[in-house]
């Protein structure tokens, strides 16, 4: 079998560790990015758009969120194996799955981490087109994991919308909101 950029085949049969491993690893960045509790701080700071939601609310859509891309991904890998060929599906769909999720992930590091807010929406651009082409193979093959994700793709819109006017309010540089 080729390479390919995915997690292990049990993360996706498995009902439970679909679930757990965004959740899990979702949680463990954004405990990594705020270790000193400098994100709700420098969150606060920030100029902010209408619309903007309060700080606490991330963390339960995020779960939620995550929970659902999880239990798309093991439905979609389920569903695929009745299909004709189905490894090149399942290959195509854990790939893109597995990199929109290291794209996700690397959002808040790059936004928060490193004060980039530019380089955040670059990732975002890429991200939603990750995403957007995820969804097109599973409408193709699983609608239900499809659905899942919507509510996925709508965050990412609005997410998108939060980053790029937050860092054109801030002038793109967060350096000097917080004394570093």
């Given at each position: 079998m080729p390479w390919s950029f995915t997690f292990p085949q049990e993360v996706f049969t498995s009902p439970i560790l679909a679930v757990a491993t965004p959740i899990t690893v979702g949680s463990?960045?954004?405990?990594?990015?705020n270790r000193k509790g400098h994100t709700k701080q420098l969150y606060g700071r920030l100029r902010q758009p209408p619309l903007r939601p309060p700080a606490w609310l991330f963390a339960p859509v995020w779960t939620i969120l995550y929970g659902m891309m999880g239990y798309a991904a093991h439905h979609a890998t389920t569903t695929a194996t009745l299909l004709t060929p189905a490894s090149a599906v399942v290959d195509a769909?854990?790939?893109l799955y597995t990199s929109q999720l290291v794209l996700n992930y690397l959002w808040m590091p790059l936004f928060f981490g490193l004060r980039k807010p530019g380089w955040a929406m670059a990732n975002m651009v890429v991200l939603g087109g990750t995403v957007g082409k995820l969804m097109e193979v599973w409408w193709n093959t699983d609608r239900t994991a499809f659905w899942l994700m919507v509510p996925y793709a709508g965050w990412l819109c609005f997410a998108t919308y939060l980053n790029a006017s937050v860092g054109w309010l801030n002038g793109w540089d967060f350096e000097n909101r917080d004394g570093r």
């Amino acid at each position: 079998m080729p390479w390919s950029f995915t997690f292990p085949q049990e993360v996706f049969t498995s009902p439970i560790l679909a679930v757990a491993t965004p959740i899990t690893v979702g949680s463990l960045v954004g405990y990594l990015v705020n270790r000193k509790g400098h994100t709700k701080q420098l969150y606060g700071r920030l100029r902010q758009p209408p619309l903007r939601p309060p700080a606490w609310l991330f963390a339960p859509v995020w779960t939620i969120l995550y929970g659902m891309m999880g239990y798309a991904a093991h439905h979609a890998t389920t569903t695929a194996t009745l299909l004709t060929p189905a490894s090149a599906v399942v290959d195509a769909s854990q790939t893109l799955y597995t990199s929109q999720l290291v794209l996700n992930y690397l959002w808040m590091p790059l936004f928060f981490g490193l004060r980039k807010p530019g380089w955040a929406m670059a990732n975002m651009v890429v991200l939603g087109g990750t995403v957007g082409k995820l969804m097109e193979v599973w409408w193709n093959t699983d609608r239900t994991a499809f659905w899942l994700m919507v509510p996925y793709a709508g965050w990412l819109c609005f997410a998108t919308y939060l980053n790029a006017s937050v860092g054109w309010l801030n002038g793109w540089d967060f350096e000097n909101r917080d004394g570093r």
